[in-house]
């Protein structure tokens, strides 16, 4: 990617090629730097900096000096007339090239945008997310959320900011209560991507106001060191949530359908008390059964969750050499039971058992007392050992129809059939050793035909090159009663 230095508007490339754009900042910073430079250009020692620079793709700008995206302008608007500027001359270009391909296009077949999906080729109508600088934790997980359909209509419908006139800052209509900078959105860049993906376009979209946002409100991602994708969902929703709690003049979250009975813990799915998209479609109930062993007092206790954890089970763990036969194959039903299983909790997990005043031993179960409509389940595959933590890289079998639920809930007797059936809509994949490094994927299915999203690539796949994928987080939809496996 080319970045042109906005003091003397010399192209380099960015840090993660050859670091040329750095370089050059580093080199004015240098003792002597600024004698290389013309007598006319020494008004003042600030504006000799070199320290900002413009992404000639983007148009975002980054300061060197401060290590972040930055957003504001000067007083006379430089910034955004080298923006047009450089917008322009695209255009300009970009008129040239599409003549070109449509003479091209014209003498091809009408049917040469239909690929197939075994061949991998480069889909039409999906669009890529540019990779910020190791990001692809971030990417795999907004595309993943962009093709679960019943929450990413809810923010792409959502009006969008409005903007005071003259100004650059806006008047946001979602008041945040997250850390950091009140005068970032996330709510409204979240929105901006999700409108900015599926539109056709061929040119990967760039998530930086996101990710300055995101630098902002959640000072744990700030940098451009590998994350953890699941702990960046968990992050992700739990800030679109309590932004949305506070919201003013925006839309409420949307009711329950009429056809669908409240159930009577419908409101303790609602963290911090308060419902919004995230918890209307993510959010289940647990129920936590504990007995102690001693005296038999049995405890329950309500949590919502938005996902779940789920350990790999043990004996599913074993590396067996290429002399010995493979054992059998984890299935992802093996960590769901895993996961309901009665456990008698170890020594450091006793129970302080009101009856006795005293922690002693007892046994845990779990049980799903409400499905979300979109059940997320995290496959734990970083673990510790000593001082390392180290990746469970076993294969586990996923359905890509019918997960049937029904055996894991409290009351299965008052759900539908058709409640406790989900399929599958988005997976996120980690290729690589460790949890600081390697790189992540995802497959989404829109409109019956499954996607792979590697960052600005996007290619059709099949339905057996997902299944064939060492699943790191899988994302099921509900399955409606007019619903059926033919028409999915």
Known sequence: IPWVCLTCLNVHCGRYVNGHAKKHFEEIQAPGGYQRKPEREKSSEKSQQHSVCMDCNSYSTFCYRCDEFVVNDTKLGHVQRVREHLQSLENSVSNTDRQRKRKRSDSSSPDSKLKKDSDGTVAQCATG?????????????????????????YFKELPSVALRSGKTAGRRMYHTRSQGDSSVSLVEEFRKILCS???????????????????????????????????????????????????????????????????????????????????????????????????GTE???????????????????????????PGPTCTLNDCLRSFTDLEELDETELYMCHKCKKRQKSTKKFWIQKLPKVLCLHLKRFHW????????????????????????????????????????????????????????????????????FNDSTVTLVSEEAVLKAKAYILFYTERSDQESPAKL
């Open 129 to 153: 997310l540019r990779n910020l600088g190791n990001t692809c934790f971030m990417n795999a997980i907004l595309q993943s959320l962009s093709n679960i359909q019943v929450f990413s209509c």
């Open 385 to 452: 050992t000593a001082f390392l933590r180290n990746k469970i890289d076993t294969y586990v079998e996923f359905p890509m129809h019918g997960l049937d639920m029904k055996s894991f809930l409290l009351e299965p007797e008052n759900s539908l059939p058709a409640r406790c059936l989900y399929d599958l809509a988005a997976v996120v994949v980690h290729h690589g050793s460790g949890i600081g490094s390697g790189h992540y994927t995802a497959y989404g299915l829109h409109e019956g035909r499954w996607y792979h």
């Open 197 to 295: 993906l599926w539109q056709g376009s061929q040119t990967a979209f760039s998530p930086d106001a996101l990710f300055y946002v995101i630098w902002k409100i959640m000072p744990s991602f700030r940098g451009y060191q590998q994350q953890d994708a699941h702990e960046f969902l968990r992050y992700l929703l739990d800030h679109l949530h309590r932004e949305m709690q506070g919201s003013k003049n925006g839309s409420p979250s949307p009711a329950l359908s009429p056809d669908r009975p409240k159930h009577a813990s419908e409101s303790k799915c609602c963290i911090n008390g308060t419902s919004t998209i995230v918890t209307s479609v993510f959010g289940g109930i647990l129920q936590n059964e504990v007995y102690c062993l001693i005296c």
């Open 299 to 325: 405890s329950r206790k309500f949590d919502p969750f938005l996902d779940l954890s789920l350990d790999i089970p043990s004996q599913f763990r074993i590396k067996f050499t290429k002399d010995q036969e």
